[in-house]
């Protein structure tokens, strides 16, 4: 059993001084603060009617540190008009931090002798106490320390449940619980390549086990601009953690420049439970991932104030596809002491201009897996997992057009242009806003330009590039990539990697904010080198450069003077929508070559 949030809607609390112990003043407590009533009998009375009879109340807080007994405190006030008794008692509750089992001690109890004394909490909708979660038979307590000074008496008692609530059998142990929550997600604009405010919602019906964390994976293409965002740093985020909730309310730790969205979580048991509120600020690496998420909430719950729960959701981008996967350090299902029988947790990306949908028109899903409580919600290795997916497909993705640009050309003099010389080699691929991303792109050289296998000299294996510790001669070549989701450009290394096919893969390494891996499959058709990137994330670029080296390093080896005649590429590009780019004859700028290489050279030269 443990403190209800839901008691907190409408609650207030009495003062010390409203309740006057010691003190013959009127019991002036709020009525909102009533919590129950109690009743005593007492052999000294001459008649039952005269029974000293009253109210339980909340007494005001006064300590965050639940293991107090001073944050959360129980005036009992029993009074018989008749004979003129007044008997006032505080009760101080200590409760477990990790459990939330409530212990309550009323240490100046009146030397008078009494045949019961029974206090009555209220139930309903707000009712102060949770009931247990399993069946039982539940145990409860009591050590009872006589005025006379002999030995404490030791009395107990336990109670079996027969039901969850709403109907259900009810579960013999913690692990039987059932864990079904419902989960839905997705954009509030399903329009393609446009940016919309992004909201995750996760319902867990009361009884069944606690929401303890969550592991989703954003559809692919659903990334969030970065640029111009702030970082709330680890400093500011622990503070946020040992802050009051009131004072973090009335003045968040995290700048507001890394604030991106706000939270919502309904906590108790029965049909009302409490709502609180929160927000979502961006921060850096968490985790070993590049970015994480800082939810702070301020536990303020009615005339409570039980400090600040901050929980960090690590943003891991997949290097191959981009996808974002957010994973959730464990939920508390305890907090000061307080059982929080979390029902709901809304969680709203709404940042103007921050997240961005897909631009592709495929069927996707934001899926994953939440976290139960499971045999033991203090133990994440007893935790359930249960799977969730929520569908998601753009709208008028057709729309977007798709018209990128690719500049291909040779680097150096004239003398890199003659046959057998290694030239360098560049592309710049430029693209508009607003169109269609690529999913697929391939280049094919000219018969000019072969792959020299003689110069494939050392490969970055696959437990290297795993281990991020690929060989520095493993570089063949440099790129960057200028993304409008980032503030700086992302750029790296192009190795030569292993692979399942005939020759090396080429793999563009980009690092930056986040890190992304480029995958070209090296092929030759009709004596013609071309590469394939089959597999290009649904993200924004405006400018992407590959320089690959020359000379000694230089893969490409001229078949021919390329100064005698013009020289092609084949072009050939998909977008997410599906819409296709293809060029048959796109030039090669040749350097030291008349008009750039692009007329026939003369028979002189």
Not at 156 to 182: H, I, N, Q, V
Not at 590 to 599: F, I, L, T
Request: net charge positive; hydrophobic share 35%.
């Amino acid at each position: 059993m443990g403190i209800n949030p839901s008691a907190a809607n409408g609650l207030q609390v009495c003062t010390d001084a409203e309740f006057g112990k010691g003190t013959r003043n009127p019991v002036a407590c709020p009525p909102a603060s009533k919590i129950g009533t109690v009743e005593a009998e007492s052999p000294a009375l001459p008649d039952l009617a005269g029974s000293p009879r009253g109210n339980v109340y909340v007494g005001q807080q006064l300590s965050r540190d639940p293991t107090s007994g001073q944050e959360y405190r129980i005036f009992v006030d029993a009074e018989s008009p008749r004979y003129g008794i007044s008997v006032r008692l505080v009760g101080n509750v200590r409760a477990d931090p990790r459990t939330g089992q409530l212990t309550t001690t009323f240490s100046e109890t009146p030397q008078v002798p009494a045949t019961s004394f029974h206090l009555t909490f209220d139930g309903g909708a707000r009712a102060t106490l949770s009931s247990p979660p399993t069946c039982g038979p539940n145990q409860a307590g009591a050590v009872m320390t006589p005025w006379s000074g002999n030995p404490p008496a030791k009395p107990g008692d336990s109670f079996t449940l027969t039901s969850l609530p709403g109907g259900g059998k009810c579960p013999k142990t913690m692990a039987e619980r059932p864990f079904a929550p419902s989960f839905a997600a997705g954009p509030t604009s399903a329009k393609a390549g446009a940016f919309s405010p992004v909201s995750v919602r996760i319902d867990r019906p009361d009884g069944q086990q606690e929401l303890k964390g969550a592991d989703i994976t954003l559809a692919p293409g659903m990334t969030g601009k970065l640029a111009g965002i702030a970082y709330c740093p680890e400093a500011a985020i622990a503070a946020a953690a040992a802050n009051a909730g009131n004072a973090e309310k009335a003045s968040s730790s995290c700048p507001a420049n890394s604030l991106v969205g706000s939270a919502s979580v309904a906590v108790g048991t029965g049909p009302a439970p409490y709502r609180i509120g929160g927000k979502a600020f961006l921060s850096g690496p968490y985790h070993g991932a590049p970015l994480s998420l800082a939810v702070v909430t301020p536990a303020t719950a009615g005339p409570f104030d039980l400090g600040t729960v901050v929980v960090r959701v690590a943003l891991f981008v997949d290097p191959e596809t981009a996808q974002i996967r957010a994973a959730s350090d464990p939920f508390p299902d305890v907090f000061g002491g307080s059982q929080l029988s979390v029902r709901s947790i809304d969680l709203s990306m709404d940042r103007p201009n921050f997240t961005l949908n897909p631009t592709s028109c495929d069927p996707l899903a934001i899926a994953g897996s939440l976290a139960g409580g499971g045999g033991d919600p203090t133990n994440p290795a007893a935790f359930s997992a249960f799977a969730v997916s929520a569908p998601f497909q753009t709208t008028k993705c057709d729309a977007l057009k798709f018209r990128p640009k690719l500049v291909t050309k040779l680097l150096g003099s004239r003398k890199v242009t003659r046959r057998s010389q290694h030239p360098k080699f560049r592309s710049v691929l430029t693209a508009r806003e607003g169109d269609a991303n690529i999913s697929r792109a391939a280049l094919t050289l000219p018969h000019s330009l072969f792959l020299d296998q003689s110069h494939i000299g050392t490969i970055c294996t696959r437990v290297q590039l795993a281990a991020a510790a690929c060989p520095a001669r493993s570089v063949y070549g440099h790129a960057r990539a200028i993304s409008p989701l980032l503030d700086d450009e992302l750029a790296g290394p192009v190795y030569l990697v292993s692979s399942d096919h005939e020759l090396p893969d080429l793999l563009v390494d980009l690092r930056g904010q986040v890190d992304i891996r480029l995958r070209g499959v090296i092929s030759a058709t009709r004596a013609r080198m071309k590469t394939v990137f089959a597999s290009v994330p649904d993200v924004p670029v405006s400018k992407f450069v590959l320089n690959m080296k020359g000379g000694k390093k230089g893969l490409l080896v001229n078949s021919r003077d390329l100064c005698l005649k013009p020289n092609f590429s084949y072009l050939s590009f998909k977008s997410q929508n599906g819409k296709k780019l293809r060029k048959k004859k796109l030039p090669l700028r040749v350097p030291g070559c008349k008009d750039g290489g692009s007329k026939r050279a003369t028979a002189s030269r």
